[in-house]
């Protein structure tokens, strides 16, 4: 179901190692044994130089001036751009379990995780000609942390960087996190882009140290991009990296007429995360396809996410970022101001503009009614969509069905029990809402992207099983741009969604982080005394809104204990029985992820760190590298 954004978008790709140096020349080809089909996609003989690469992808960036890991809002195709034009610190190993070195040679924690010491490359430029340096890191954070969405969601994690030498720099945590170099290999503020391309007002091209430089791009269209030839990497044998000429990636959101561009070859190769799509491959001929299935990783999971607040992003709300559009000045210019929010400033960002989608002119409307913020209408819906038809009929079949955020063979998974198919059980739940609430009709907006006859078919299914249940539910078909700013801010009842998954769950932390309403912000809370004792709000892109006491105590328990731990197992095993009583996600499958090429591309299931022989994890989550495919 290739609906938004995923596990990897926005913030987020997944892993670590808790020793101080990521060692290069490391042996983890061999593990090549152990994956399924893991040949296909690897390139055999020397590689040819020159040429260009046109690649279908899913969607675009909505405005490329502001591409980059600080500000840019990522999906997989994204990651897949952000790969030809940015190198990150770090990358993931093959099997999954390390971080390797790419611009970053080393991080090393403190006693407590608090502090993360991290060594950088030296001799690095820019595409324009600047060196890559300690106060690039800085000023990438520093962008970051002032972007009015992306800081939101770092900022309850990072305190500060600093730079401690010309090629040193502290993480500075405001919490233990012992595995947080994994978010140096796999989030988007991973990425390190020259600092005058992230001013405010900046119009020129994105400016990284990646393999690629822009040539043009028509967003939403086709981005071109041309040879770095002063780019820093060479491969195992001394050649100079990439191999490729220049590399070309066609906006193509309709997932079957993706693959018929690949079958005509109008485009070389293409990402495909439609499940029905990926089945369908096989009878394509002159072509080969790998799947992420049996990789080192927990996949994304594709879900139908949930309101659960029936508002606004209360979080925005509390620092004053709809103050201009809504009139509510939010809690935090008081408390900066070292002043009381006045109660009904607090009122007013617990409680948002509390509504739901009207489904005839499909806009917020304040003064609907929401159903999605009462649990017992959500756990109707769990109950009332049969995950296994879906699975079988609807996506294909590929993958696996899915009752939380991890799979089955997971160190983290405990059968959730989350409900099951049961609509006879569904439906006396929704009449119970309807006499206790005297109404008689529930119904809410489900957006789905526009321009994708998947989308389609999979709204279809949705509409006739919850209305077997005594639940209407209108469509409202946005581009995936869109649908992303609208879980975003909160202007949703429901949106189709895949996110979560990756090798370590630390990943997920801001996903489901809240924090304690009432409680100071020096403590960590958000200072508003006015509201109910115990009360918890999400954070920035928690993007259900669910917040939970227990959901966050378990985390913090899991990031302040040793990896591999006990201690840690039970904290992210306990989340997901949570939500299995929280319903914020309607779960449906995993997200299997594909890239299929025709067969003169070569060797574009493989990746390396900077030494240009160790394996790197590739396609991580739909996120693929470039700089060693060839065609011949």
Known sequence: MSSTFDRRSFLTHSAATIGGVAMAGTVVDGLLANVAGATTGIGKGKPKLGGTLTVGLISDVPNYHIFNGSQGKMDASGFCVANALYDPLFVMAYNGTSWLPMLALSATPNSNYTVWTVKLRHGVSFTNGDPFNADVVVANYTAAAADPTVGLAIQPIIKSVTKVDQYTVDYNMVIPFSTYPTNLAEQQTAYMAHPSSMVAGYTGNPIGTGPFKVKSWQVGVESQFTKNSHYWRK??????????????????????????ALQSGSVDMILQQDGASIAALKKIKGINYRTDVNDPRDPSVNCLIMNTTATLNQYFLWAGQF??????????????????????????????TLGAVDPSTLTWNTKLKPVVNDVTIRTACAMAINRTTFFKDIDGGVGAIADGIYRKNSPFYKNPGYPAYNPSKAKALVNAYKAANNVSSVGFVIDIVSGDSSAQKQFAFFQQQLSAVGITVTPRPVVQSTLINNVIYGEYDCATWNQFGGVDPSLNYVWFLSLPATTSPAAGGLGMPALPAGTFIAGAVNFSHLGDPVVESSMLAALASRPGSAAQKAGWSAINAQ?????????????VTAFAARTNVQNWAVSTAADGRTRSLTFDGGSSRWDQVWKH
């Open 235 to 260: 491969d195992s044998s001394g050649r100079k990296l990439p191999y490729l000429s220049g590399i070309s990636f066609k906006t193509i959101p309709d997932n079957p007429t993706r693959n018929s």
């Open 323 to 352: 103050a201009s559009a809504l009139g509510i000045p939010g809690a935090l210019s008081y408390i900066l101001k070292g002043q009381a929010p006045p109660a009904q400033v607090q009122l007013a960002d617990y409680e948002g």
């Open 579 to 591: 939500f299995a009583k929280d319903i914020p996600y309607l779960f449906l499958d995993t997200l």
